[in-house]
């Protein structure tokens, strides 16, 4: 089947929208997450084009609703793990804009401390066990983390977020098989944009619905309409309500879209996307779509909007005022973080 085939019949059989679920204060909640995600990255990638942000830099524009949706619908005491793409996902779950741009920064006050970088943010008190560089690495390390919450007896649940792409690596697969076989208590999503960097999942995948590699391990599965937040929220709870009351894994797939490029060395759309693609599916954007149903259902006028931007404009310029006056990390602690005592 020719590519272009291939991508129309996957949007033909692109889920549907879900029923909106939450009240004024829950649609409030979410749309100042997603604000507060987008404006931080547009400021991100900002700096990173000064020169104040070094190294990889991965955004998240247009793939808010995912991290929104689902991180509403967990519990403080469960576990997350990310691929490179995780700023949104850090801010979804509580850490402090501040922590998040002066780790991107490099400072001595960043999440882990001016070590980690863009691709590595971590906050262990919060659940949030570390955005991962290596494409599918860290999902063995949610199951990990799902047996681990069995094997104590807790109902904890470990939730794992990454790309398309590393649906073909090998440790998806195996760590899939494993997490059905011994009943664990773990989400895994797959943040489907449609392209692995510049290559689209047409011309890499031999099947487009990847939510049915589910089917290989008989574990649960469900595709979501990853622009509507309603419907991510919606799905995480019923994965969520699997793992902690039967100690069973879910395969979830968002079907979402990233208006920039795979990172900032393709900041715009590279070479591999029409600018009539990327315009298609900003008529979806997962914000606008909120917006439009709190105005609808008389949640929020247009004051209130601009209002809840300016809030969370000031917390993005605070957070980059916050890095750019906080001090590099100490030459000694090269020498920290890097060895476990042992107990």
């Given at each position: 089947?020719?590519?272009g085939?291939?991508?129309?019949?996957?949007?033909k059989?692109?889920?549907?929208s879900?029923?909106?679920t939450?009240g004024?204060?829950?649609c409030?909640?979410?749309?100042?997450?997603?604000?507060?995600?987008?404006?931080?990255?547009?400021?991100?990638?900002?700096?990173?084009?000064?020169?104040?942000?070094?190294?990889?830099?991965?955004?998240?524009i247009?793939?808010e609703?995912?991290?929104?949706?689902?991180i509403?619908?967990?519990?403080?005491?469960?576990y997350?793990?990310?691929?490179?793409?995780?700023?949104?996902?850090?801010?979804?779950?509580?850490?402090?804009?501040?922590?998040?741009?002066?780790?991107?920064?490099?400072?001595?006050?960043?999440?882990?401390?001016g070590?980690?970088?863009?691709?590595?943010?971590?906050?262990?008190?919060?659940?949030?066990?570390?955005?991962?560089?290596?494409?599918?690495?860290h999902?063995?390390?949610?199951?990990?983390m799902?047996?681990a919450?069995k094997y104590?007896?807790t109902?904890?649940?470990?939730?794992?977020?990454?790309g398309?792409?590393a649906?073909?690596?090998?440790?998806?697969?195996?760590?899939?098989?494993?997490?059905?076989?011994?009943?664990?208590?773990?989400?895994?999503?797959?943040e489907?944009?449609?392209?692995?960097m510049g290559?689209?999942?047409?011309?890499?995948?031999?099947?487009?619905?990847l939510a049915?590699r589910a089917?290989?391990?008989?574990?649960?599965e469900?595709?979501v309409?990853g622009?509507?937040?309603?419907?991510?929220?919606?799905?995480?709870?019923?994965?969520?309500?699997?793992?902690?009351k039967?100690a069973?894994?879910?395969?979830?797939e968002m079907r979402?879209?990233?208006y920039?490029?795979?990172?900032?060395?393709?900041?715009?759309?590279?070479?591999?996307?029409?600018?009539?693609?990327?315009?298609?599916?900003?008529?979806?954007d997962?914000?606008?779509?909120?917006?439009?149903?709190?105005?609808?259902?008389?949640?929020?006028?247009?004051a209130?909007i601009?209002?809840?931007?300016?809030?969370?404009?000031?917390?993005?310029?605070?957070?980059?005022?916050?890095?750019?006056?906080?001090?590099?990390?100490?030459?000694e602690?090269?020498?920290?973080?890097v060895?476990?005592?042992?107990?």
């Open positions: 089947m020719m590519a085939t291939r991508a129309a019949a996957r949007d059989n692109a889920p549907r879900a029923a909106p939450a004024p204060e829950q409030r909640t979410y749309l100042r997450q997603m604000l507060l995600i987008r404006r931080f990255e547009e400021k991100a990638g900002e700096a990173y084009s000064l020169g104040k942000i070094g190294g990889f830099c991965h955004l998240y247009g793939q609703a995912v991290a929104v949706g689902s509403a619908g967990l519990r403080g005491d469960d997350i793990t990310c691929s490179y793409r995780e700023h949104g996902h850090a801010l979804a779950r509580g850490i402090a804009a501040r922590a998040v741009m002066a780790e991107l920064y490099g400072k001595s006050t960043g999440c882990s401390g070590k980690g970088g863009s691709m590595h943010l971590f906050d262990a008190s919060l659940g949030f066990l570390g955005g991962h560089a290596i494409v599918g690495g999902i063995p390390l949610a199951a990990g799902a047996f919450a104590r007896g109902d904890q649940v470990a939730v794992c977020y990454f398309e792409a649906v073909n690596i090998g440790s998806f697969h195996e760590t899939l098989n494993m997490a059905s076989l011994w009943k664990l208590p773990a989400i895994f999503i797959v489907n944009n449609g392209y692995g290559t689209s999942l047409a011309r890499a995948s031999a099947l487009l619905d049915h089917y290989s391990y008989e574990m649960a469900e595709v309409d622009q509507d937040v309603f419907a991510v929220r919606v799905a995480t709870d019923r994965a969520v309500a699997r793992a902690r039967e069973l894994p879910t395969l979830i979402t879209y990233r920039v490029g795979h990172s900032m060395s393709d900041a715009a759309h590279g070479t591999y996307r029409t600018k009539d693609e990327v315009e298609s599916f900003r008529q979806r997962p914000i606008k779509l909120l917006e439009a149903h709190m105005r609808r259902e008389q949640m929020i006028d247009e209130g601009k209002a809840l931007e300016a809030e969370v404009l000031a917390e993005v310029e605070d957070a980059v005022a916050f890095a750019e006056s906080s001090p590099d990390p100490a030459p602690a090269l020498f920290t973080d060895l476990a005592e042992g107990r």
